[in-house]
């Protein structure tokens, strides 16, 4: 018996890389000869650094860079063979603030900007880059401006501390001071956000308010990342929207402009990485789960994208998550939950490795057991 354990994260309780761990040994309980594979994944959100490297056998590393405010945070990224994996969420991420510190006005992705530096500076030809969770409205500048680039305004002079607020005032874009090794690196950004950058469905109408943007906020910054486009289109670093260029407060956008960056699904990046379609030969079943699955988990979530996957190669997916509310949809082979709905997450937390592990046992002996 051949067994692909790929799940998600369990959000705030368990990181996949736990989750495949506890699955594992509740498998082996019930299944001691199976031949169990463990494959972490993430799409893009938090948790991305730690399951995807993780499950390419990488390493992490750690470098002190700037929060979305200024302040020194240390943040993570991991190192493969082939390439490096980054977060923006742990550089300028909104978890790094409290409530009164949001202000998409104020906060930068100048600290996303050093990781990335600090990934170039080890000679590495490929970055992957996972944008949610972000805590700014800086169309990328931020970042770009710890890369290299220069801002000027109307009148010649050089805008530093690149933000949400001072998006109005550039007027000129100068790569001459680039870091060199840019150019030759080639950089995928991991997220399943289609949002464009302006309008109703557009980086700040939709996310700015949870990032601390106020009404009076909102025009000023949906005006800002319009010139900022403006530029771009005037000096020729983009010549059409995409979808995603709204992502992370119009980080898809920066990188796509900046970095020369291919926006990808996070879901299909993750799944292509870990090679997953070499590990599927002759495996009898793959299991997936997340914290919580419901009626739109069909609706382009990694767990849905896995199932899709493995539907198209003849091998039945599982979903084993911590709740399930409704109707998952008809992707998955079966499903099962860990816990009951109406069990409190204040409950959940200090319990979670001790109910999967029970959830999966009972999995193991219905679908195993002899």
């Given at each position: 018996m051949k067994i692909i354990?790929?799940?998600?994260?369990?959000?705030?309780?368990?990181?996949?890389?736990q989750v495949t761990g506890i699955e594992e040994q509740a498998i082996r309980s019930v299944l001691p000869d199976a031949e169990i594979i463990c494959v972490p994944l993430a799409d893009g959100g938090d948790g991305t650094v730690q399951?995807?490297?993780?499950?390419?056998?990488?390493?992490?590393?750690?470098?002190?860079?700037?929060?979305?405010?200024?302040?020194?945070?240390?943040?993570?990224?991991?190192?493969?063979?082939?390439?490096?994996?980054?977060?923006?969420?742990?550089?300028?991420?909104?978890?790094?603030?409290?409530?009164?510190?949001?202000?998409?006005m104020k906060t930068s992705t100048f600290g996303t900007g050093e990781l990335i530096r600090k990934a170039l500076d080890s000679g590495v030809k490929e970055i992957v880059i996972g944008i949610g969770g972000s805590a700014t409205v800086d169309g990328g500048t931020g970042m770009?401006?710890?890369?290299?680039?220069?801002?000027?305004?109307?009148?010649?002079?050089?805008?530093?501390g690149l933000c949400g607020g001072k998006l109005s005032e550039i007027a000129e874009i100068s790569d001459s001071k680039v870091h060199p090794a840019l150019k030759n690196c080639k950089i995928r950004i991991a997220s399943d956000v289609t949002n464009p950058l302006l309008g109703d469905n557009g980086s700040v109408a939709v996310f700015a308010p949870q990032k601390g943007a106020t009404p009076e906020m909102m025009p000023l910054l949906e005006a800002g990342l319009a010139?900022?486009?403006?530029?771009?289109?005037?000096?020729?670093?983009?010549?059409?929207?995409?979808?995603?260029?709204?992502?992370?407060?119009?980080?898809?956008?920066?990188?796509?402009?900046?970095?020369?960056?291919?926006?990808?699904?996070?879901?299909?990046?993750?799944?292509?990485?870990?090679?997953?379609?070499?590990?599927?030969?002759?495996?009898?079943?793959?299991?997936?789960?997340?914290?919580?699955?419901?009626?739109?988990?069909?609706?382009?979530?990694?767990?849905?994208?896995?199932?899709?996957?493995?539907?198209?190669?003849?091998?039945?997916?599982?979903?084993?998550?911590?709740?399930?509310?409704?109707?998952?949809?008809?992707?998955?082979?079966?499903?099962?939950?860990?816990?009951?709905?109406?069990?409190?997450?204040?409950?959940?937390?200090?319990?979670?490795?001790e109910l999967l592990y029970q959830a999966t046992v009972k999995f193991a002996e219905k679908m195993f057991a002899k």
């Open positions: 354990l790929a799940p998600d994260k369990f959000k705030g309780t368990l990181t996949a890389a399951a995807l490297t993780t499950a390419l056998g990488g390493t992490f590393e750690t470098f002190t860079v700037q929060d979305p405010l200024g302040r020194p945070v240390s943040a993570e990224f991991g190192m493969t063979p082939d390439c490096a994996i980054l977060e923006m969420a742990t550089a300028s991420g909104m978890v790094l603030l409290s409530a009164a510190e949001r202000n998409p770009a401006e710890a890369l290299g680039y220069e801002f000027f305004n109307a009148s010649g002079e050089k805008i530093t010139n900022l486009r403006e530029v771009l289109y005037r000096q020729n670093m983009i010549t059409e929207d995409v979808p995603g260029d709204g992502a992370a407060g119009g980080l898809g956008l920066g990188l796509r402009a900046f970095c020369s960056a291919v926006p990808e699904s996070g879901a299909k990046l993750a799944i292509a990485l870990t090679r997953l379609e070499e590990k599927l030969n002759g495996a009898d079943m793959v299991i997936t789960g997340e914290g919580c699955s419901d009626d739109q988990t069909e609706n382009g979530k990694l767990c849905s994208e896995l199932a899709i996957f493995c539907n198209a190669r003849n091998v039945p997916c599982y979903l084993l998550s911590g709740k399930i509310i409704g109707d998952p949809g008809k992707l998955f082979a079966g499903y099962f939950a860990t816990v009951p709905v109406e069990m409190p997450f204040e409950e959940i937390k200090p319990r979670s490795a």
